[in-house]
């Protein structure tokens, strides 16, 4: 029974961060000079393309992102040496959910000018956080971030489970599936409140992680109890 407990944390915690990997990208491509903060493939195609265009300004945008990026995993892979995977896993939940209100805070203080300064310094913000979220993900097994090997993967599964015969390997089918769509359901949520111009937007990562960080929380003393 604590292992079926555990499974279901996991499953919610994977589900909240894909949501906010989906609001993250949609907040800093639509909000930050057409970047992206979480997908990394995409952000190295926007930078061709912006450096093809001679788009300096947006070009650095997608530079700043990479290097938040790998900086926010090289960060999560020293705090989750040498520490037990309940241990990791809240440390660098912890440290997404600070980052993502930092950031959130600055965007709702700070007065927006495109490509200005600021910009760079957000997405830097966000970029680091979701280098985080990566590792949280890799500690877990279950990408949250990179859809294209998470598709490979269920595309896969129902491949082989078709051809053996075997339905036990759908209930992998059925995460997958769900963190894609949460991911999906993250990004059209926080591109409608940003079409009717909500400023609170920016807090949507934050409240998702912060949730995961607590359910986590409380799954670690229910093991504990």
């Known amino acids: ?23 993250v990208d949609i907040i800093s491509f639509a909000t930050l000079g057409g970047v992206f ?22 070009a650095m945008g997608s530079v ?3 290097i938040g990026f790998a900086i926010g995993c090289a960060l999560g892979v020293l705090q989750r ?16 959910a600070g980052l993502l209100l930092f950031f ?14 600021s910009d760079h310094l957000q997405i830097l913000l966000l970029a680091v956080a979701m280098g985080l979220q ?15 090997t998470t598709l490979t993967k269920l595309v896969g599964t129902i491949a082989d489970s078709i051809a053996n015969g075997d339905v036990s390997g759908l209930k992998d089918v059925k995460i997958q599936s769900s963190v894609v769509v949460s991911y999906l359901f993250g990004a059209l949520l926080s591109g409608a409140l940003i079409v009717h ?12 992680v912060a949730v995961a960080f607590y359910m986590h929380r409380r799954s670690g003393r229910r093991r504990d109890g």
């Not at 093809?52 to 300004?57: F, G, N, Y």
């Not at 040496?81 to 997404?96: H, I, K, N, T, V």
């Not at 590792?135 to 971030?145: D, K, M, N, R």
């Open 1 to 23: 029974m604590p292992d079926k407990v555990s499974l279901t944390y996991n499953e919610a915690m994977l589900l909240l961060t894909a949501f906010a990997a989906g609001t």
């Open 37 to 58: 903060a979480s997908a990394m493939t995409g952000n190295f195609a926007l930078l061709a393309f912006y450096v093809a265009q001679s788009e300096s300004q947006a």
């Open 64 to 66: 700043v992102a990479l």
């Open 81 to 96: 040496r040498g520490r037990a995977q309940q241990q990791a896993l809240s440390l660098l939940l912890a440290g997404e």
């Open 104 to 117: 959130a805070l600055y965007a709702m203080l700070t007065p927006h000018i495109a490509h200005a300064p």
């Open 134 to 148: 990566a590792v949280i993900g890799q500690t877990i097994s279950l990408t949250t971030i990179v859809f294209t």
């Open 197 to 208: 111009k909500v400023q609170e937007v920016v807090l949507l990562p934050f409240i998702a």
